[in-house]
């Protein structure tokens, strides 16, 4: 019984990484260090819309709620959506998640957004966000910058950029 407990654990350890190849970006968590730090950079207020794109487990997604944020997550892998709408349920955080692609987001209400994605989305992305976000909306990217963008902020390897 322990051992069939085990067996599954690894299986669908190894179905949401596997998942992640075919989608095209791997779940990383955010170190909690720097999504604290995020957090800060993002200076988030209560009944702030938060978007974090691509929201993995939802880390950034709990910190933002914790804050009084809606926070609203978009995420392909089936596994991580259904982990972060249980975890929301439990904590009764005010979290959503959508199993939709990120370049389907709406991002007009949107005040602050997250993204820790890799060069070649980001380079995709990089119109949506100027095109949809309102003034002012800031964007926090973890690790990689927006091409063609100077970031407002820069620190450990969190770039801020305010629309
Ligand atoms: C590096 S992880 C970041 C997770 C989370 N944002 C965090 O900081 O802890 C990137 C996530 O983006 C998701 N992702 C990649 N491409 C996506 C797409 N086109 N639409 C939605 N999610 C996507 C992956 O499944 C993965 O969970």
């Known amino acids: 019984m322990?051992?069939?407990f085990i067996?599954?654990?690894l299986g669908i350890i190894f179905l949401v990484f596997a998942l992640s190849v075919f989608i095209g970006v791997p779940?990383?968590?955010t170190?909690?260090?720097q999504a604290l730090r995020m957090m800060e950079l993002a200076e988030i207020h209560p009944g702030m819309r938060v978007i974090d794109l691509g929201s993995?487990?939802?880390r950034l997604l709990f910190l933002a709620a914790e804050k009084g944020a809606?926070?609203?997550g978009y995420e392909l892998n089936p596994f991580l959506v259904w982990w972060t709408r249980l975890v929301a349920s439990l904590k009764k955080a005010t979290v959503v998640v959508e199993q939709r692609s990120l370049y389907q987001a709406d991002l007009h209400e949107a005040d602050v957004v997250f993204a820790f994605l890799f060069?070649?989305?980001m380079k995709k992305l990089a119109p949506k966000l100027f095109q949809e976000l309102k003034p002012g909306a800031r964007i926090i990217s973890y690790v990689f910058s927006i091409p063609g963008q100077t970031p407002i902020a820069k620190q450990e390897g969190i770039y801020v950029y305010r629309v």
């Open 2 to 4: 322990f051992l069939d």
């Open 7 to 9: 067996a599954l654990f």
């Open 27 to 29: 779940f990383l968590p």
């Open 31 to 33: 170190h909690k260090k």
């Open 56 to 58: 993995g487990a939802g």
């Open 70 to 72: 809606v926070a609203i």
């Open 119 to 121: 060069p070649k989305p």
